[in-house]
């Protein structure tokens, strides 16, 4: 077979023991072995660690960018919604479309190749933010998959219309509903609204869920509850959840066990949620990330994701997941190999696997792949490693060379 590529000398994630090749055939990969024999052109992986890509599983492209027109003064969490509420009523499709742009061009560089973005709808910003972001995913579909989750983000029994809106998202192409109880004056009839709806268009759920440390009481049992009752496991994820930060071990171990049980997804967003929380504490102020990595142990599927980037939610971001990956193990504590190896699968292997997605690299499956200038998925975490290309369906989507040093002679 004439082949059209053979990327050498690279180590995958599953095996970093020794470097292999692989084969690419008109978009596709044909082979992965050592020293496989061709004449095509050749990418030289320098020994480099190859992965699909990083995946975002929570991302809000149609918010981010907006701190020159909103600020978050007491970075609360009631701050942060009630300045993008304000400001919504001024974004426009051309506004809401390079915002969201830049964003992705950020991601893309920091290779990214997957991303579930979550997008607000309600009687004030209608579909215009859908419709933006349904333009992305089509404009950048040459580097990226873009799947889309429409949520109210400022509840939905409380503003009429919302309900009607999200159906006609649906309707239009959205691929994810997702919820936001802990806004809505009636939590529970959102839920099950939103389990019902979900149910009958056959998609997945995403919650915002459970977003303070007051441990009296939560969200979390009913939508496991729903879970169970709609047999949607494996099909629902739940994101923030910094209650869990909160727990003592014993119903922290009891969470874990409910959420095993009923087949519920948990994100983790370490940018956001380090922001927003302990603000009503003036010492000892509580970190307020859930401990994802307890759960992946006991073999929950477990992502940490970017959430929000330049914004009042969170007013920094560069959109690496290497980044986001080292801040969640300093936050938990995390350094042996091991443990850096698995915060490097919760924002590649594990949002694949969150979003229904292959992230092995084997024949039969497109040729898109990073390079990381790491030996290993716990160094690529340690150093916070940019990668230095990437590749869609064969073909480059991005390149930034290795840093230049000019010594003195």
């Given amino acids: 077979m004439t082949l059209d590529l053979v990327v050498r000398n690279v180590r995958l994630a599953e095996d970093i023991s020794a470097p292999v090749d692989i084969a690419v055939k008109a978009g596709m990969i044909t082979a992965v072995s050592a020293g496989i024999a061709s004449e095509a052109p050749v990418i030289d992986g320098e020994g480099g660690l190859l992965i ?17 027109r909103c600020a978050n003064p007491e970075g609360t969490l009631k701050g942060a919604i009630g300045a993008v509420s304000r400001a919504k009523a001024g974004f426009t499709p051309e506004d809401l479309y390079e915002r969201g742009a830049r964003v992705l061009r950020k991601a893309i560089a920091q290779g990214t190749t997957l991303i579930r973005t979550q ?12 419709e933006a972001v349904r333009q992305l995913k089509k404009d950048f579909a040459w580097a990226l998959d873009l799947e889309i989750c429409v949520f109210p983000q400022e509840g939905l029994t409380n503003l009429p219309g919302t309900d ?14 997702g919820g936001c109880p802990y806004t809505d004056t009636n939590p529970k009839a959102q839920i099950d609204w939103l389990f019902r709806i979900a149910h009958a268009y056959d998609v997945d759920l995403d919650f915002h869920l459970d977003f303070d440390l007051d441990t009296s009481w939560r969200h979390l049992d009913e939508v496991a509850r729903q879970t169970i009752r709609h047999g949607m496991q494996g099909r629902v994820t739940v994101g923030h959840v910094t209650k869990l930060s909160a727990l003592p071990p014993a119903q922290l171990a009891e969470s874990i066990a409910l959420m095993k049980d009923a087949g ?28 994802a990595h307890r759960f992946a142990c006991e073999g929950v599927c477990c992502t940490v994701a970017t959430n929000n980037v330049l914004n009042p939610f969170t007013p920094y971001g560069d959109c690496s997941l290497t980044r986001m990956a080292n801040l969640y193990a300093n936050v938990a504590q995390l350094g042996a190999e091991a443990d850096l190896a698995q915060c490097f699968a919760m924002v590649s292997t594990e949002p694949f696997r969150l979003l229904g997605r292959e ?8 040729a898109d792949f990073v390079l990381l200038p790491a030996a290993s998925p716990a160094a690529a975490v340690a150093e916070i490693e940019r990668p230095l290309w990437g590749m869609k369906a064969g073909k480059i989507t991005f390149e930034q060379p290795r840093a230049r040093l000019f010594a003195p002679a």
């Fill in 52 to 68: 699909r890509g990083f995946a975002d599983s929570h991302l809000h492209l149609d918010k981010a960018c907006i701190l020159d």
């Fill in 119 to 130: 997008v607000e709808i309600d009687p004030v910003i209608g579909l215009m933010g859908f």
């Fill in 164 to 177: 009607a809106l999200l159906l006609r998202a649906l309707d239009a192409g959205a691929e994810v509903l």
């Fill in 264 to 291: 519920i997804a948990l994100t983790v967003l370490p940018a956001t949620d380090l922001f927003i929380m302990g603000r009503d504490h003036d010492h000892l102020i509580p970190r307020g990330v859930a401990p």
């Fill in 359 to 366: 992230a092995r690299i084997m024949p039969g499956t497109a």
